[in-house]
């Protein structure tokens, strides 16, 4: 128990309802590894976070998370991999810059973007080539082609290798399909050119153009190193080549071929072997295809027939000097196959009649001085085995899975003298296994999660998501019995409903949720049938469709806009059409123009300024029209039709619109152009609005944030770089609002509006610099009142602070911290007064709220609960702001140190006796009967599967009460009960309450305390 007497009562959040009881069993679903500084890296998918980055050190102990990449449940999605230096090299999404190039070691703190090669919120998705001497070597898309580069691994170290010929201004993207790298030297192909790099521009250079025929077609298949040599397949109208170059320029030559034999009909397969060349070949005389193992000629080369090879899959894996392959040979058996390059040293290793033994082979792997390969047994299914080489030596490694039940391993990845394989068969997905080649020494890494099925999870991506509907929230959630639909909420286990199985036999998929006078207005997105737009009082009874779309290749409908006590939108229909609504049927309809000519408004751009609709039509082909409406059809009329094109004849797109009283500003759009006008909805009052800027070849506009009777947008100008500018729809009044270094990318796409919110006259957006990432900024249109409100994720990667929400003259939201992960906090707009307010997921978890919204005098939200998944929760706001206790003041309070304010009791003792009914004269802690008790301290159970805890509780509002729940003492680490809360009257002045506690099967420990709070 915890006592609490302070004289500001601290907001505790509390999880409203687990809207979709029980759990579910999620594999991990893993992929194969990479190892760097030795530690396996992969990517495995979980419930909470997604596809992220995980590490293992060879035992479950060490297997974890290294970081969520992209926060929340949302996906990273970590791939191409590649170890240089001990370091993992890879590519991921963080939500914010696209696919871009990362780097770690395994921890949180050394896991970081090192490069930005699409600015703008476009992806660079560098693909790794090789990495050698401290350089690596990819190919990214940098906005202007996909080419190659090189980095160190340093975030300014990415240096971009594709050349500009001598004379001219564009540049030659290259683009290696296929690569081998000597020494410190990378060699790839590019098209029918050879080419080589040390990671310099000028050590970038083509050794030879292979083309032989003017316009011919050609490519390099195959590349492979052998000793000092380079060998390399050349292909070319069914026809192939064999060469080698020593890597200078000049030095590419044909190797000789026997006398008659101009090219091969078949060539593939190039390995190195030791000093030889392995490659399966077959001459254009018709002779069988034949594995050859000498100097890369006909003449020096030995010659292994098929036959003789008994290979199936074409899969030989090198150990020293001899390759190990799957054989299997007609009337000898099959097994594991051994070949030296000679015909007398080519024999099958554990030779036994076919299916008496392991057969089948996959998934080859040298491991030190083993060979590790996965075989069908018909007695023991699908396993590891490994081999010396030797009869003897070939043996099963581990039944991971007794009797003819295989784990089905695959994706073996060599470690030392051990192997990581994924088991897919018991936990489909594939967990993590690693073995030393012993039955002892094979660990299975990763299990699958168990966890409570998440009610809103499905619902995130929909924006918004949760709507305030008087002092209740309208919001859409996910039920396993009838899917996706619209749920409502007071904040209370009671008052936490859905609104009903609205579309029978699927789900409503509720987007856009818009408030309209006692209604909530949203479109509903099923799989079987057309989207509608709905309207929702919250019944069941007040729950209809207003539209009646028949066309099944129909879009959804958007652009929600309101507009008093009518709301306007878009169709979503081909021509996607103009509509207005008061929120009924009746009044629901769509708006022709003269003539009858279908309107096809631009996605986007409906935006109200005073009494007036302005929005972009597309008369296509692409030809972007300013147009007006008032509602009606006769007042829906274009203002303008045309707008300055390119040099080039590029038509402009119109974006970007912002309301200023009742004009609108907006940006006419080519490649490298952007202009501003203004427009009061006349054609003469509807001018261009020039910028002066550094000159320079283009000026974009990213986005544009309203405030006011003025307007921030993003530019980015080629002498000016990416800047936040003002605008009051002037040009006198347009103009960098302060020249920051902002980062490399915007943390939106390009014509999203990013999230901001104006209290007392000031603007709260999201801003992204160099040196502190995106974080919370504050600006009252000047350059000295631009300024960072606090930075709570100290360094480049930021708090990325989202789902702004006002109450009370505070600013709440979401964000991250190094220490706590992603939590709420709250602003007054001061770096003193920022804070986070609840931690929802203890340590470092996150519980990633969303979805934040404001009814009456409660802040509704998403987030993680550690039983039931990600559900609705709420936290009582309170009605003096200044008075809002922070964690760190809650969790100084609750261990029983002096308060903040004055206490009506004067210590915590005596506020206990009194809040459970305690005679304060009486000794000892006496705990109260469970079931029927009316005095003592709370009593704790653990039954049937849920952890209970039973407490007395005064009717006149005097304390606060809130149990909590823990699998450790950590005080930081109690976390409000989830489960439903009954309650039993036992006089005018006390109630016994009872709360269960749903716990995951397997849990050992559990720990209650209640929380009581003097209010």
């Not at 080549?241 to 397969?269: D, Q």
């Not at 089948?360 to 996965?374: E, K, M, S």
């Not at 805890?949 to 109690?974: H, I, M, N, Q």
């Amino acid at each position: 128990m915890l006592a609490t007497s302070v004289g500001a009562t601290p907001p505790v959040a509390r999880l409203v309802r687990d809207l979709d009881p029980g759990f579910e069993l999620s594999p991990l679903k893993v992929k194969r590894p990479t190892l760097a500084g030795g530690k396996a890296f992969f990517n495995a998918t979980t419930l909470e976070h997604g596809a992220e980055l995980w590490v293992s050190s060879g035992a479950p102990a060490g297997t974890f998370r290294v970081a969520d990449v992209y926060p929340g449940f949302r996906s990273s999605w970590p791939e191409a991999m590649m170890e240089m230096g001990g370091k993992l090299y890879f590519s991921a999404d963080d939500g914010v810059h696209g696919r871009e190039l990362w780097r770690s070691d395994g921890s949180l703190a050394g896991t970081v973007r090192i490069a930005d090669l699409f600015p703008g919120g476009g992806s660079g998705n560098p693909m790794p080539l090789a990495a050698a001497s401290g350089l690596l070597w990819f190919t990214a898309e940098s906005g202007k082609g996909t080419g190659l580069w090189c980095t160190d691994g340093t975030p300014s170290g990415a240096v971009e290798l594709n050349p500009t010929p001598a004379g001219s201004f564009n540049r030659r993207f290259l683009t290696p399909t296929v690569f081998a790298r000597r020494g410190e030297v990378l060699y790839f192909g590019s098209g029918s050119e050879l080419w080589k790099s040390d990671g310099t521009v000028e050590g970038t250079i083509m050794i030879d153009d292979l083309r032989t025929i003017p316009n011919q077609g050609i490519s390099i298949p195959e590349m492979t190193v052998v000793g000092d040599m380079l060998y390399l397949v050349v292909h070319a109208a069914g026809r192939r080549w064999l060469w080698r170059a020593t890597g200078e320029v000049g030095e590419t030559e044909l190797i000789p071929r026997e006398s008659g034999i101009e090219s091969w009909e078949v060539f593939r397969g190039m390995l190195a072997v030791g000093d030889k060349l392995w490659f399966k070949a077959k001459t254009e005389s018709g002779a069988e295809e034949i594995w050859r193992c000498g100097d890369g000629t006909l003449a020096g080369s030995e010659r292994l027939p098929t036959s003789m090879l008994g290979n199936r899959n074409e899969r030989f894996v090198p150990l020293g000097d001899v390759v190990y392959y799957d054989a299997s040979i007609p009337g000898s058996g099959a097994g594991l196959g051994r070949s030296d390059g000679t015909a007398a040293g080519t024999r099958i290793v554990n030779s036994s009649p076919p299916g008496s033994a392991a057969a089948d082979l996959q998934d080859l792997t040298v491991a030190g001085r083993w060979v590790y390969f996965t075989a069908e047994d018909p007695k023991r299914g699908r396993e590891i085995w490994r081999s010396d080489g030797t009869a003897k030596g070939t043996r099963l490694v581990h039944e991971t899975a007794p009797g003819e039940r295989s784990t089905k391993p695959e994706g073996l990845t060599a470690d030392g003298e051990g192997v990581y394989f994924l088991g897919g068969q018991l936990s489909p997905g594939g967990d993590l296994w690693r073995t030393d080649g012993t039955k002892k020494g094979s660990v299975r890494l990763t299990v699958p999660e168990q966890k409570g099925r998440s009610g809103l999870g499905l619902s995130l991506s929909f924006s918004p998501p949760i709507v305030a509907l008087g002092n209740k929230v309208f919001f859409n959630a996910g039920f396993s019995k009838f899917g996706i639909e619209p749920w409502t909420s007071d904040g209370t286990f009671k008052g936490t409903r859905a609104v009903g199985d609205t579309i029978k036999g699927g789900s409503a998929n509720c987007q856009f949720l818009t408030r309209l006078d006692k209604r909530v207005l949203y479109a509903n997105n099923t799989s079987f049938a057309v989207a509608q737009v709905w309207a929702s009082n919250g019944s069941k009874a007040g729950t209809a469709p207003l539209t009646n779309f028949a066309d099944p290749s129909q879009g959804l409908p958007s652009d929600f806009t309101v507009d008093g006590e009518r709301m306007f939108f878009t169709s979503g229909e081909a021509e996607n059409a103009l509509w207005v609504t008061d929120g009924t049927r009746k009044e629901t309809r769509g708006i022709p123009i003269p003539g009858n000519t279908p309107l096809n408004v631009v996605g986007g751009t409906l935006r109200m300024a005073g009494p007036t609709l302005f929005f972009a039509h597309d008369r296509r082909p692409l030809r972007h029209e300013l147009w007006r409406s008032d509602g009606t059809p006769e007042g829906t009329v274009m203002v303008r039709d045309a707008f300055p094109a390119a040099a080039n004849g590029e038509k402009p797109r119109l974006d970007q619109f912002t309301a200023l009283g009742n004009s609108i500003c907006f940006f006419s759009k080519t490649s490298d152009t952007s202009r501003l006008w203004r427009s009061d909805g006349t054609a003469d009052g509807t001018l261009e609005v020039p910028i002066v800027f550094d000159p320079g070849s283009y000026f974009r506009v990213l986005t544009a944030v309203p405030f006011g009777e003025r307007f921030l947008f993003l530019a980015d100008a080629q002498n000016g770089g990416l800047k936040w500018w003002i605008s009051d729809g002037t040009t006198d009044g347009t103009r960098i609002l302060k020249d920051l270094s902002l980062g490399p990318a915007p943390y939106f796409q390009s014509g999203q509006v990013p999230e901001s919110v104006i209290i007392d006259g000031i603007l709260y957006l999201v801003i992204d610099t160099q040196a502190h990432g995106r974080e919370l900024w504050r600006t009252d249109g000047s350059e000295e009142g631009t300024s960072m409100v606090a930075d709570l994720f100290p360094g480049p990667e930021g708090s990325n602070p989202a789902g702004f929400q006002v109450h009370g003259g505070r600013l709440y939201f979401a964000a991250s911290d190094p220490v706590r992960g992603r939590e709420l906090w709250s602003s007054d707009g001061t770096g003193a007064g920022t804070s986070m307010i609840a931690e929802v997921m203890p340590g470092d978890r996150s519980s990633n709220p969303a979805m934040l919204c404001v009814a009456g005098k409660q802040l509704f939200f998403g987030a993680e609960d550690p039983v039931a998944g990600y559900e609705l929760h709420v936290l009582d706001l309170p009605a003096n702001p200044e008075g809002l206790a922070t964690v760190d003041n809650r969790s100084r309070g609750t261990v029983g140190k002096a308060g903040q304010g004055a206490s009506v009791i004067a210590d915590d003792e005596s506020l206990l006796r009194h809040a459970f009914n305690l005679d304060p004269a009486s000794t000892g802690r006496p705990v109260m009967e469970a079931g029927r008790g009316s005095s003592g301290y709370p009593s704790f159970t653990r039954v049937s599967g849920v952890f209970r805890v039973e407490y007395l509780r005064r009717r006149d509002g005097r304390f606060s009460y809130v149990p909590k729940w823990s699998t450790t003492l950590d005080v930081r680490s109690f976390v409000a009960m989830s489960g439903p809360e009954s309650v039993v009257e036992i006089d005018a002045a006390w109630e016994r309450v009872t709360v269960d506690q749903s716990i995951l099967p397997g849990t050992t420990r559990m720990f209650g305390v209640v929380e009581v709070t003097e209010n």
